[in-house]
């Protein structure tokens, strides 16, 4: 039996019953030595670069003989020489073919041998290549033919009694008198690599994320609604879940109070979100952003009141949370400048008692009350400020409970850990996205090794750009993933030099920083390593924080058990 392909005949309605019958025919008369393609099919360019659709019935493939074109054509009806057109019957009597089934083969034997070339493989071989036309219901007499038909390339239903001779003599037709033209082993899989090769398709990494980016960044427009319901305001606290728009909010407060020529300051607590603050609000005017103790040494210098720029090395904690917050409040009580706003971001970062300097730097207005908007969640309180509370002035509180920015795979798989204390549970309303990856090591010795396989695959193999993965650990840089320079030619970046100031990554470059300073950032992709390290009673907040800076993929790489 030939080799056929595809191997199964094609059913009724996706063929006509001549092309069906042969198919049958050439299946089971035909040694297999020969191999057969039904239905070949193309698109190329003909001589002036029009573009065609060849299509050939059957190809029919022999390593020694050659390579036969033929066209199959049921229900012929007759033959007009004189116009040199062919005829078909149909139920209301016969039509004339729109093309000679000759012209049709032809050009399809044409066209497949213009393809061939073309092939790596081909190197200028000689090899018979003709053209047939079977007529699997007609019988033709010996001597019919026509001026490009002799009765040698006619293959009528008599002569399918003996399909292989048929095939033969019809190669023979067109073979060169001294050069046999044997196609070689190698022709079957040459064919068959230009119609094409086996494969099993998968979705690149690297292209799915940024289509749920598209998505998500689509749906951050919604949020601009809670800014429109609460407006005229003066003093609004917002309360969501990670992704549910907090900073991208506090950004378009910020903006529409300057544009009003508002005199507004944007405060938070960590200095990698500063500096993307800082970034968003690039050249809008009257917007001071800092971090909340970078107001309190620019005030205290200001009003000329001595605070050191570094903390003492014996007890930083009471540097940072008592030293400059009061020397911030009696810098204000010196210094006159007052700001029409004050917007906090990641405000469950803040100590009760710096409420105070910051309600002090709110110009009050006649009716005693300026304006002041702190966005947080409750649930992301890494800092563990004890008696965390909102200012003592009542504000009002309007809860975000749609996740914008995480997939719904990964907003699920973090629910878990989500410790609400205040509004209903959160829904995530992005695409679905991929589940979350576990990565496992057997020793810490592993730890190492591990990452860099996993960045080479997601980035070389499954195309992440670089700049949108964070490699995020609980620890400080005495964390070993801190030390790598780079994983193959994929560079690897801190977010602040040996003198620990906090700089500006290169775009190109996977960050490796701790989750704690990436509180408030987001990335496509999260790598999360050294999770075993976490304490017990802080693994909850800790990878939900950590997780949630993934807006498309999390991978967790941990040591296993």
């Not at 003709?130 to 002799?150: L, N, Q």
């Not at 890494?382 to 995480?406: A, I, K, S, T, V």
């Amino acid at each position: 039996m030939a080799a056929m392909i595809p191997p199964d005949p094609p059913a009724p309605d996706e063929a006509p019953g001549s092309e069906i019958h042969v198919y049958r025919i050439l299946e089971r008369n035909l040694p297999d030595s020969w191999t057969v393609h039904h239905s070949f099919k193309w698109l190329h360019r003909d001589r002036r670069g029009v573009p065609l659709r060849s299509d050939i019935d059957f190809l029919a493939l022999h390593p020694v003989h050659g390579i036969l074109c033929i066209e199959v054509k049921g229900g012929l009806s007759r033959y007009d020489a004189e116009e040199d057109r062919w005829y078909r019957s149909t139920p209301d009597g016969e039509e004339a073919l729109a093309r000679s089934p000759v012209q049709q083969a032809r050009l399809g034997r044409e066209a497949l041998f213009g393809l061939l070339r073309s092939h790596r493989r081909w190197n200028d071989r000689w090899v018979t290549i003709g053209h047939a036309v079977c007529t699997p219901d007609r019988t033709f007499e010996k001597g019919f033919r026509t001026s490009d038909m002799p009765r040698s390339i006619l293959i009528d239903e008599g002569d399918l009694l003996d399909v292989e001779a048929s095939l033969r003599r019809a190669l023979d037709a067109h073979r060169h008198p001294s050069r046999a033209g044997k196609p070689g082993r190698d022709i079957a899989e040459i064919v068959s690599s230009v119609r094409g090769e086996t494969r099993t398709f998968h979705s690149r990494l690297g292209n799915a994320l940024a289509h749920d980016d598209h998505t998500i960044t689509y749906l951050t427009d919604r949020q601009l609604d809670a800014l429109t319901r609460t407006d005229g305001n003066p003093r609004m606290a917002f309360a969501g879940c990670a992704g549910s728009g907090k900073t991208f909010l506090a950004i378009e407060e910020a903006m529409r109070l300057a544009r009003a020529d508002r005199r507004v300051v944007l405060t938070c607590y960590n200095k990698p979100l500063e500096q993307f603050l800082r970034r968003r609000l690039e050249g809008e005017p009257g917007i001071m952003v800092r971090t909340f103790h970078s107001l309190c040494l620019g005030f205290a210098r200001r009003a000329s009141i001595p605070v050191p720029d570094r903390p003492p090395s014996r007890d930083a904690e009471e540097y940072w949370s008592r030293a400059l917050p009061e020397a911030f409040c009696k810098a204000m009580e010196v210094l006159t400048d007052r700001f029409d706003c004050v917007i906090v971001d990641e405000g469950q970062d803040f100590r009760p008692e710096w409420w105070l300097p910051l309600e002090m730097l709110v110009e009050r207005e006649p009716d005693g009350k300026g304006s002041f908007f702190v966005f947080y969640d409750d649930n992301q309180a890494l800092y563990r400020h004890e008696g965390w509370c909102l200012p003592d002035d009542p504000m009002f509180r309007y809860h975000l409970d749609e996740n914008l920015r995480n997939t719904r795979s990964i907003h699920e798989a973090l629910l878990s850990y989500y410790r609400r204390t205040e509004g209903g549970a959160p829904v995530a309303i992005g695409p679905q996205g991929r589940p979350i990856e576990i990565v496992r090591y057997k020793e810490r010795r592993n730890l190492v090794p591990t990452l860099k396989k996993t960045l080479t695959r997601l980035v070389v193999n499954q195309g992440v750009p670089p700049g949108e993965i964070v490699v995020l650990t609980p620890h400080g840089t005495d964390s070993p993933v801190y030390r790598i320079p780079h994983v193959g030619d994929i560079p690897l970046a801190r977010d602040r030099n040996e003198q620990g100031v906090t700089v500006q990554t290169p775009s190109d470059s996977v960050l490796v920083t701790s989750i704690f300073r990436f509180k408030g950032l987001e990335r496509q992709l999260v790598v999360l390593v050294e999770t075993e390290d976490i304490r017990p009673d802080r693994r909850d907040e800790m990878l939900y924080v950590g997780g949630s800076r993934a807006r498309g993929h999390l991978v967790v790489v941990e040591r296993s058990r």
